[in-house]
């Protein structure tokens, strides 16, 4: 359910369910979104992409628009967190396509000094209260595939993304999976399952997806991804 994180200690209210699906650009996380909001009526807390008015800018110059566009995205998450936190949404099931705390990984990628440092410093006093979710299902993809569907996709400030990049940030991802305690997080290849055209595969996802909010994983569907790394470092140790 949704629970809130007041000064380092867990407590809240739990509400309704409330889930993140979190992934790479283009990799398909708004179209799993909407599918549960088409299927199961679920509210959807969707990052505001096309209404920062930084982002163009930033692609273009991502040295001088840096700041200004991370600063946008903060503030903007901040204001959905308060509003999960005041139960503005009425529905079983809200679903986000971002985790908050995922903010900072794109902050370690484009600031540095002084703007990292003033950065951190609003995050702090913005992120006081931040909603926990049941589990975050993290959508991956090989990098060639997700640059297929950005061009696919066709938004003009995305198109001078490069792999490098989207490979950067991939691997900060999965560094905050390691330390990220707070709900399981599953990882779920998006190259191995087309619920975008495929029926069957939807039904699949939203099998996987039902499981893992009722405790009861079905057959096949991916480990929380913590246990399932951890066992590997040992089986290399």
């Known amino acids: 359910g949704v629970w809130f994180h007041e000064n380092s200690e867990w407590e809240g209210q739990r509400l309704s369910k409330f889930i993140v699906i979190e992934g790479l650009i283009g990799v398909g996380k708004t179209s799993l979104c909407r599918l549960l909001r088409d299927r199961w009526n679920a509210s959807l807390v969707l990052e505001p992409v096309e209404d920062n008015p930084f982002l163009a800018h930033f692609y273009a110059d991502r040295r001088r628009y840096a700041f200004p566009a ?4 903060l503030a903007t998450r901040c204001a959905q967190q308060m509003s999960l936190q005041q139960g503005e949404l009425f529905s079983d099931l809200i679903v986000a396509d971002y985790l908050y705390e995922k903010d900072r990984l794109f ?39 997700v640059l ?32 990220y305690e707070a709900a399981p997080v599953y990882i779920l290849n998006t190259d191995e399952i087309n619920y975008v055209d495929d029926e069957k595969a939807q039904e699949r996802v939203l099998e996987m997806i039902q499981g893992w909010l009722d405790g009861n994983p079905v057959e096949g569907s991916p480990e929380p991804y913590r246990s399932s790394h951890m066992r590997q470092l040992q089986l290399f140790a």
Not at 70 to 73: A, G, I, K, L
Not at 154 to 171: C, K, P, T
Request: charged share 30%; net charge negative; glycine share 4%.
């Open 148 to 179: 297929k569907r950005i061009q696919r996709r066709a938004i003009a400030s995305e198109q001078v993304i490069e792999g490098a990049y989207l490979e950067s940030l991939r691997d900060r991802y999965y560094s905050l999976w390691e330390r």
């Open 107 to 145: 902050a370690e990628e484009t600031l540095e000094g002084n703007e990292m440092a003033l950065y951190d410093r609003f995050a702090s006093l913005l992120g006081a209260s931040v909603a926990v979710p049941e589990f975050v299902l993290f959508l991956d993809a090989p990098t060639d595939t």
């Open 70 to 73: 991370q600063m946008f995205y």
